[in-house]
Nanobody, 115 residues
Framework: QVQLVESGGGLVQPGGSLKLSCAAS????????MYWYRQAPEKERWLLAT???????YYESTVRGRFTASRDNHKNMLYLQMDNLKPEDTAVYYC?????????WGQGTQVTVSS
């Protein structure tokens, strides 16, 4: 079955960096777009970044230039490098894919940006 498992979240000071990882299994990772979302308390889940199988990347405006998505198709891994983090980046971060009309989500990883 499809599984997505995020890791790498934590507490970081403003201006700091974190790198999130998402381990994918149960499907042909090389064939599907992958997505990073986040959900802040009392807010909707929000698309941050899309990366195609060929590693074309698309970013939501508030993270463009600070966040970088990447993938390793040999290891079935998705990454999100987050730099210059701000308190408003505090949220649970999720990786996601859509296969045959079904949405698959990881369990999420908490990122807290605070001094």
């Amino acid at each position: 079955q499809v599984q997505l498992v995020e890791s790498g979240g934590g507490l970081v000071q403003p201006g700091g960096s974190l790198k999130l990882s998402c381990a994918a299994s149960g499907f042909d990772f090389t064939k599907f777009d992958m997505y990073w979302y986040r959900q802040a308390p009392e807010k909707e889940r929000w698309l941050l970044a899309t990366i195609t199988p060929g590693s074309n990347e698309y970013y939501e405006s508030t993270v463009r230039g600070r966040f970088t998505a990447s993938r390793d198709n040999h290891k079935n891994m998705l990454y999100l490098q987050m730099d210059n983090l701000k308190p408003e980046d505090t949220a649970v971060y999720y990786c996601h894919t859509l296969i045959a009309g079904t949405n698959y989500w990881g369990q999420g990883t908490q990122v807290t940006v605070s001094s």
